[in-house]
């Protein structure tokens, strides 16, 4: 844990798309906001994503370090995604290699998958 006081991190949203309303606050709001409050340096790192993509890349590395930097900070650092480091590559890619040979399940044959069914209440 980083321990960091509740006053030293910020939670915000991104991939807003359209006119609807997304989870809040959004993510350029935010930056615009702490930018207007003297904010001049702020670290950005998205937990939820295991992998860079288009998304992290253009929308929160680039596009929001924009906004950021418009809006009056003075520097951005984006954190990249954990694909950054070799040994979480060669897990991501062990996991595909395991479930491309198809889902593990544990009845492969029709009569134990009735049965199943039959014991959870399924009439057959």
């Not at 989870?23 to 350029?28: E, G, I, V």
């Not at 930056?31 to 998205?46: I, P, T």
């Not at 991501?92 to 049965?115: F, I, N």
């Amino acid at each position: 844990a980083l321990q960091l006081d509740d006053d030293a991190w910020t939670l915000s949203f991104q991939s807003r798309l359209g006119p609807k309303q997304w989870l809040q606050p959004y993510t350029d709001r935010t930056l615009e906001r702490l930018a207007a409050e003297g904010v001049r340096s702020v670290q950005v790192l998205c937990p939820g994503f295991s992998a860079d993509c288009l998304e992290t890349l253009e929308e929160v590395a680039m596009e929001n370090r924009d906004i950021f930097l418009a809006a009056g900070g003075e520097r951005y650092e984006y954190i990249p995604c954990l694909n950054d480091r070799p040994d979480h590559v060669q897990a991501l890619c062990d996991l595909l290699q395991r479930h491309m040979a198809g889902w593990e399940t544990p009845e492969t044959d029709l009569a134990a998958r009735q049965a199943r069914a039959r014991a959870l209440g399924a009439e057959c």
